[in-house]
């Protein structure tokens, strides 16, 4: 053989960053969204899909702390027209793209506007544990033209709850607070300066108190420390404690914004009594330091789930949606579930166990060549009334094909012979005389 | 309000090429989309998602016609390390992730491996009707090691025409043909080079009989123009009509090529002699020239959707996926919808209607401040019984919060008044006590 003959094999390699599964795993992954997607719409929220790119001059619009991650797109072969339209980028989350898409389509949409989106996004940072360049989002957000009822605030909360309940990954605990309670303490103690306060608050649970506390003494806040950190340290279950524990924190704070936060707090916890036990604490802890929220914020834990740290599924109330793309006020509240870093880890950590390799609750056995017809037919009986049905093509040994069904993990196999119809519980090892116009699997 | 208060707006418009719709169409597209995944797992084919990219290298490895539609990312701040990493492509169809997945898991999957996909994918060339940049397309192949009973033809033929029917567009037609006839007929003539005769024939449809015969006349085939032109006219439903058909074209045929042909597309007619007399053609003058099929071929016309020029859905029998990847003849074959474009041109041609803004099916009315809990408890209750609902959640006039119900389209309003529940159907308008344990909604 040439060397001109012999065929060049380039054998691939996975991508760091960019997640693929077997398709065991996809199943498992894609009942996952379903289930989101399920809870989503149960709550009357509608669907949005906004292209994977946007104008490079919408996405920056942002902020320059996310541009190092921004992927442009690049002809492979320029045209030379292509200088004159705008450089495209893919989008590095679903808010930016949602702001745009409401701004542009404004008078068409109708508000309250509510919708849930889960798309990839991408973000060129270094790859890491839990960290991907492409991943799923899971957002759901209600905006409303200049201004939005608190109860949405617990609306969206339950629904994160109940979406992340639903994939039935162990306890799942919200933790809610509103900024405007520290901020409201902050402007109580004529603290100027409220950026570096939060942005050490945020800190609280990766590097502890005392380190907290050396930031604090570096911002405006200085001689303030204990009373933030003891603030910032509240966790209580119910409306009833919150209040008593702030009761406990300084005499009469007057400032507006404080005793607005409490009660928004205190309303969405009320909303919220209905949940189980466990499923909700006012944690003020939670400033979610470096973004635009302005009230009620959320962060959530896997309590049965260690290993993921941080918050699976966090966001919180803005006052100001699209002010870069539209001259309306746009208030509203939301959350995103970090859809496959969550996946990621519980299949990492053995929390989910892989699907069958495929769909078919039958596979339709071919026993010899004369009965292929026979098999069509049976299989498209199952087929119309609900069941999914995988034939076998070649006539082979039966034993063979039903290793294949047992490869494939599915429940059934059906043997359609000449002299009469047999079902066999791959599961059981139980084989019964069936009629395909009247048989149902057993419920599992 | 000085220059430096004022807020920069950067109005957005769409981007040419990529698609994007409101809530309303969006859940008709999200619909159909759900139909043709439910179809294909009926068949027992399993769902596989590859990265939006590939290496360069891999994407590229098909030929160099597709090049200039490719889109190359770039990181908007390259770091030096960026250079050590392969570059990546937004994959530009299915079929090259496709093989470099089953490549690259081979060890892992089972065959014959029947997988089906359903993502965007991006093609940068000019958009134009029914041409665009990022689009789904809706993908079905099954593979084998070394080789693939030819019965898996027709049931991906069969596949096709349900995903289609499902949609509910109208009367679907299968074109099917087998490049086996057309080429050992070119084989029995002693004609070398078949490329050119198949491109000819490629466009007989688009450019009428009397051009493809100027196009032969420069071919090998010079001579036998009427002779090729009269096979690829052969359009008939059954397999005995094929075979007679054929009989007239030409005195003894002996070149096996040719043989194994007609018995193939006679073996897939049959298969297919189920399906409703207009669903299927042999239509010989189907070749997908360009393409790397070696048997079977499809395409797909709406019959009650002329304005859809060009095949809705199309693809073949290939001889080796994965060539490029690895050392191993896998033989499939699969079909392709190429999905955005047909939703586009049913869009745009009124063929679809809208559906309404939310998917609730009942919208809770909050009468008063004082019923919220009964209106939450309502809502909660009816959503466990598997119903959508979405809530009012500001104390307004009952009126203006039907008038919210009716703009967004959903069929029922729930009063949850403290002396009792009532329902409203707002498209009957009749209005009548109800308890949400047991109310049920009409059919529609």
Redesign the interface.
């Known amino acids: 053989m040439s060397k001109k003959d012999k ?10 960053g ?7 795993v ?2 498992v ?2 009942k996952m969204l379903d289930k989101i997607r399920a809870v989503y ?18 996405i ?2 942002k902020g320059e702390d996310v ?11 320029a ?1 030379p027209d292509d200088k004159k ?2 450089r ?3 989008h590095f989350d679903q808010t930016v793209p949602f702001a ?2 409401v ?3 404004f008078s ?3 508000f ?1 506007f ?2 849930y989106q889960m798309q ?1 996004v ?1 973000r ?1 940072e270094r790859p890491q544990m839990g960290r991907m360049r ?1 991943f799923y989002q899971c957002d759901i957000d209600v905006i409303n033209v200049d201004s939005l ?1 608190i ?2 605030d617990a ?1 969206v909360a339950a629904i994160c709850y109940e979406a992340l309940e639903a994939l039935e990954i162990g306890k799942v605990q919200l933790r809610i607070s509103n900024r405007k309670i520290l901020l409201g303490l902050l402007e109580d103690l004529s603290i100027q300066d409220s950026t570096e306060v939060l942005r050490a608050i945020d800190k609280l649970e990766k590097i502890g108190v005392e380190e907290v506390r050396k930031l604090l003494e570096k911002t405006d806040a200085k001689g303030f420390e204990d009373l933030i950190i003891k603030l910032s340290q509240i966790k209580v279950r119910s409306s009833k404690e919150l209040k008593e524990n702030l009761d406990t924190i300084k005499e009469e704070i007057t400032a507006q914004t404080y005793i607005e936060g409490i009660e928004e707090l205190q309303f969405v916890l009320n ?1 919220l009594s ?1 949940l189980p036990e466990h499923a909700v604490v006012a944690d003020l802890s939670i400033v979610r330091g470096l973004d635009y929220y302005t009230g009620t914020v959320y962060e959530t834990q896997l309590l049965d789930v260690p290993e993921f740290t941080g918050s699976v599924c966090s966001g919180g109330r803005y006052d100001d949606l699209a ?5 309306k006020k746009l208030p509203g509240v939301g959350i995103s579930i970090g859809f496959s870093r969550l996946f990621d880890v519980l299949r990492q950590t053995g929390k989910i166990q892989p699907s069958a ?4 609750h039958v ?1 339709m056995i071919l026993p010899e060549e004369e009965t ?1 017809q026979r098999a ?2 049976t299989a ?1 009986i199952l ?1 119309q009334r609900g ?5 076998h ?2 006539p082979q040994k039966i034993n063979k094909q039903l290793s ?1 069904a047992e ?2 993990g ?1 429940a059934y196999v059906w043997l359609p012979f000449a002299d009469g119809h047999k079902v066999k519980n791959l599961q059981t090892g139980e084989q019964v005389d069936a009629d395909p116009n009247s048989w149902e699997m057993d419920d599992e």
Do not use: M
């Not at 065929?7 to 760091?16: F, T």
């Open positions: 065929k060049q094999i380039y054998k691939p390699r996975p991508i760091s960019f997640p693929e599964w077997l398709p065991e996809r199943a992954e894609q719409e149960r709550y009357g929220y509608c669907n949005i899909e906004t292209p994977s790119v946007e104008e490079l001059e919408v920056a619009a541009d190092k991650e921004i992927y442009v797109l690049e002809r492979l072969q045209e339209s705008a495209l980028a893919l745009r898409y701004a542009q389509h068409d949409l109708t309250p509510k919708r990839k991408w060129g492409e009822p109860s949405f609306e909303q209905h002010g870069n793309y539209i001259n390799k495929s769909p078919a596979f292929r069509a037919e498209r087929r069941y999914n049905v995988e034939q093509h070649a294949q490869k494939k599915i």
